[in-house]
């Protein structure tokens, strides 16, 4: 146990890989304190605090979305410039909020732009990322990832009356709309990867059109057959709560991939990441096996999204380098 105590306030020299793996021990075992306000890092800080800051996303329903003319909450430690729990609403923001709470702190959100957060180098404005992020070999250069706490995939959808495709790999050539550099960008461009994974680019040649979230493009693409896209590529749950809304778009064949959604965190945030990493990722495996995240995704989803997120192997993630 010493040694493993050790290892974890080596900071970054260890790959961090490994130092997760260590955590699931060293968080399992009963001869583990609990963490305090005392603990150094970015853990301790959060704790002293009493607060989580947590980017998210504003408009990415039904994972989360900023809730109009709602005051925040009284009293609260967030700062004036955040948002509280009841401010927003959705998956993402239950995951965060439930973690928060088994954390004994307070969540308060923030809402940049996502071209920021993938970068990294938040330069402590905000803790962690909960914004149904997938893990991807470029950005592991940059953030670490958690336990998955879901796992989904990437789906084209096309205008509801549209019959001129009838596989994804029709698309080829084609107008595609997505969120601009994420990982759905990085698949229709070729350069995708996912830990794991072996990736079938059944698209060639898209002109690939960005846009600041999935939802814009799918209100472009439901402006007919052609008018403004061909396509869009988005989460299959975005895009059915997009038709239930009423946007005239439909699937198209089945997911050209699967992903694996987690918590983020800078790898070069001022305080060591790491241990708040570690017991992020103990509280994420303890949700998973409380059925909490099955119940959630149940709920919003109508399906089990979080079960093959839970048998994720984190080992996986040692082999990408950190910049």
Partial sequence: ????????????????????????????????????????????????????????????????????????????????????????????????????????????????????????????????????????????????????????????????????????????????GTCAGCAYENYLNGTLTMPGQTLKFVVRDATVIGYDTDTSALSDLAQGDGARLDAVLTDPDTGRKAIADGLAVKPLGEPVYRDYVAISLDKHSSADALPLVIRLSQIIRDLHSAGFLSALSLRYYQYDAATPASQYDLAMLAQYPQR
């Fill in 1 to 176: 146990m010493l040694i493993l105590i050790a290892l974890l306030r080596g900071r970054r020299r260890i790959l961090p890989g490994l130092l997760l793996l260590l955590g699931g021990i060293v968080a399992c075992s009963p001869e583990a304190p609990a963490p305090t306000a005392t603990d150094g890092g970015q853990l301790g800080e959060v704790l002293r605090r009493g607060t989580l800051m947590i980017a998210t996303d504003p408009a990415f329903p039904p994972q989360s979305e900023l809730l109009a003319n709602v005051a925040p909450a009284r009293p609260t430690r967030c700062a004036t410039n955040s948002y509280t729990a009841n401010q927003l609403r959705g998956l993402d923001i239950d995951v965060a909020v439930e973690v928060s709470r088994r954390l004994g702190v307070e969540p308060c959100f923030v809402t940049p732009p996502w071209a920021q957060i993938v970068s990294g180098n938040w330069n402590d404005r905000w803790d962690v990322h909960v914004g149904s992020m997938s893990i991807t070999g470029e950005r592991l250069q940059w953030l670490y990832f958690t336990q998955p706490y879901l796992s989904g995939g990437a789906q084209m959808f096309v205008y509801r009356d549209s019959t001129r495709f009838q596989s994804p790999a029709d698309l080829s050539g084609r107008r595609i």
